[in-house]
């Protein structure tokens, strides 16, 4: 992970044009098509911008349950005057999670996996699944529940999502419908455009609202994010 925040302000303005299609908080997802294309970096680096423009707690949210790259990059200290992950949190929210576990052999063994943990010094809070909990050959998956992101925007200002890209999980598709607004993250000069086409179409057959395309790695940075025209 990389910290990106003195890169995203086009991207923090494109967001900020976003208002909550249901109440409360505003939910913004970033997703990209292939693999490597500094998605994580992004939507950590937004997600602390975010955290300073709030009254109710930001939330990351990392789709990639098996891997917690959020979390880790938080316990590394990928960010300067960033603090670590402090303590956890139950992220179920007293309703369906947004994951299930299959098989699941005891009944209610899916519930309580998700935590959410406090970033120290800021308001912004930063979710684990986990994974050491799981039994050999059971596997976890995500699933849509709006009634959890319903909560989750009464609790929160703004609520950012790290998906892992469309050529490994369908995740973000799952998700695209729950969101405000989505981002697409694309390596420049080495993303084609038939693969933003792509991913546009797929998302938006989903039920996500794409407002923009972010530019990563314009030489070693991301710069920009603009609105698709047309």
Known sequence: MRDLRGDLGNVWRTASRLSSGSGGGRTVMFISARDGEGVTSMAASFACLASRRVERPAWLIDLDLRRNRLYKGFEEGFARGIG?????????????????????????????????????????????????RLQKGQRVQVRTSPEWWQTLRKMADWITVDAPSLERSPAGLAMASQMDGIILVVEADATSAEDVVGARREIEAHGGNIIGVAMNRVGSDARFADRFSG
């Open 84 to 132: 670590r992950p402090g303590r956890a949190y139950d992220a179920s929210l007293r309703k369906t999670p947004i994951y299930s576990i299959v098989p699941r052999v005891v009944k209610g063994e899916d519930e309580k996996l998700l935590t959410v943990h406090e970033i120290e010094g800021a308001r912004l809070m930063v979710t684990r699944f986990r994974n050491e």
